[in-house]
């Protein structure tokens, strides 16, 4: 068996286009013009290519962006300040503070003093509890481009025993909820979890999300099983050079499972299509008009 590979970036560009269409249709419409808003502090390389990447996708939807960019030694205090007025702004449906912050910056200090209608990146406690309990929220973007990956797959997720690998705050919490939400029976392994490759066998859904470059290994897999890779790691490679590798070891899974997303090309495309699905659905939120159809 070789595996059906998961093209996420076509997938991406398909919502994409719908969130442009859209975003079109509301400024002609309501003269409404979605905004989304990315702070980042200091200089971290990765965060720097991330933030280029949404901000120019933001602009290429027709939506407004605003990049605030803060000195890496900035107090919590200024940064806070920075929110509550983006918090006031109403050309501002978005507002995207990128992780990791420097150390003297307590992280959810600062998502907590995010409007919960403009939390684009679904953290903010509010918007965590209300998707715990099943209620309409902002749900964080790489998970709801996990979920919409999963289902390009398979029609329903109902009733398939889904394996979760890691139980971060930003990718494994959201997801597991995501899958019950689908009514998927889940499991959420971590580093105490006992035999993880006998779990992971018996998993019609894997999803990795461990930070561990490719962690999961063919005779991991259930023959036929979708797996969905979160990862995104740089590891050396020949000659000095690097290159980036996702937590699944792709050569050996992909002639075991049914279907399998790449690294690069699968969940990040997704994750950032699905951002800017989120500052619109916030637009349309804050401004009292139905939720765009995605």
């Keep these: 068996m070789t595996a059906r590979i998961i093209d996420g970036k076509a997938l991406a560009d398909a919502l994409f286009a719908k969130v442009t269409a859209e975003v079109k249709r509301l400024g002609g419409a309501h003269g409404l013009t979605p905004g989304l808003a990315v702070v980042l502090v200091g200089n971290?390389?990765?965060?720097?290519?991330?933030?280029?990447?949404?901000?120019?996708?933001?602009?290429a939807a027709g939506m407004h962006s605003a990049m605030h960019a803060l000195p890496a030694d900035v107090g919590e205090g200024a940064l806070l300040d920075l929110v509550r007025q983006l918090n006031a702004d109403r050309n501002v449906h978005g507002i995207l503070v990128q992780l990791p912050l420097p150390p003297q910056i307590d992280p959810h200090q600062v998502i907590a003093a995010i409007d919960p209608a403009k939390d684009v990146d679904g953290f903010h406690p509010v918007n965590a509890g209300r998707l715990a309990i099943g209620l309409p929220a902002l749900v964080p973007c790489t998970p709801l481009g996990c979920i919409r990956l999963a289902k390009t797959v398979h029609a329903s997720l109902?009733?398939?025993?889904?394996?979760?690998?890691?139980?971060?705050?930003?990718?494994?919490?959201?997801?597991?909820?995501?899958?019950?939400?689908?009514?998927?029976?889940?499991?959420?392994?971590?580093?105490?979890?006992?035999?993880?490759?006998?779990?992971?066998?018996?998993?019609d859904l894997v999803f990795a999300a461990t930070g561990r470059p490719e962690m999961v290994k063919g005779d991991w897999i259930k023959p036929g099983?979708?797996?969905?890779?979160?990862?995104?790691?740089?590891?050396?490679?020949?000659?000095?050079?690097?290159?980036?590798?996702g937590?699944?070891?792709?050569?050996?899974?992909?002639?075991?499972?049914?279907?399998?997303?790449?690294?690069?090309?699968?969940?990040?495309?997704?994750?950032?299509?699905?951002?800017?699905?989120?500052?619109?659905?916030?637009a349309c939120a804050i401004a009292g008009l139905p939720p765009p159809e995605l």
């Design 158 to 203: 109902a009733g398939l025993d889904a394996l979760v690998i890691g139980r971060s705050n930003i990718v494994g919490k959201p997801l597991a909820q995501l899958l019950l939400g689908e009514n998927a029976t889940v499991t959420v392994a971590h580093s105490r979890t006992r035999d993880l490759p006998g779990v992971s066998r018996r998993a």
């Design 44 to 59: 971290n390389p990765a965060s720097e290519i991330y933030v280029r990447s949404k901000s120019a996708k933001t602009l």
């Design 225 to 245: 099983a979708t797996v969905i890779d979160v990862g995104i790691n740089r590891v050396a490679a020949a000659g000095g050079k690097s290159r980036v590798v």
């Design 247 to 282: 937590d699944v070891a792709f050569n050996e899974v992909k002639e075991v499972a049914g279907a399998l997303t790449p690294v690069p090309g699968g969940v990040g495309p997704m994750t950032i299509a699905c951002l800017m699905a989120n500052t619109l659905r916030a």
